[in-house]
């Protein structure tokens, strides 16, 4: 499996970018999907951008055209170049991987998350 840890955020003004990263270790090889939830208080989590490894992305709709995923020369490397960031935009990022690993018996799938890192949108 694969431990992931983001990095990158932080406080930002209405209008202001940031960009998030995430580093995968471990098993990396066996990721299918990258990307990014986040999650308001009191709220679940959901889905922001994900990437799949054939360069497939997905977007939230309250995000397209302000965001984008994208990887680095290091594949195990994921980012979120966010701009135009709202207020609304306030929460906790929290960085994804899915894939899977075949063994002897069968074909396992797994999820794994990151910490976490907030990002803040205000004056």
């Known amino acids: 499996q694969v431990q992931l840890v983001e990095s990158g955020g932080g406080l930002v003004q209405p209008g202001g970018s940031l960009r998030l990263s995430c580093a995968a270790s471990g098993r990396t090889l066996t990721i299918v999907t990258m990307g990014w939830y986040r999650q308001f208080p009191g709220k679940e989590r959901e889905l922001v951008a994900t990437m799949h490894k054939s360069g497939w992305t997905n977007y939230a709709n309250a995000v397209k055209g302000r965001f984008t995923i994208s990887r680095d020369n290091n594949k195990n490397i994921v980012n979120l170049q966010m701009s135009d960031l709202r207020p609304e935009d306030t929460a906790i990022y929290f960085c994804?991987?899915?894939?899977?690993?075949?063994?002897?018996?069968?074909?396992?799938?797994?999820?794994?998350w990151g910490q976490g890192t907030q990002v803040t949108v205000s004056s």
């Open positions: 994804y991987a899915a894939g899977g690993i075949e063994s002897d018996q069968d074909y396992r799938e797994y999820d794994s």
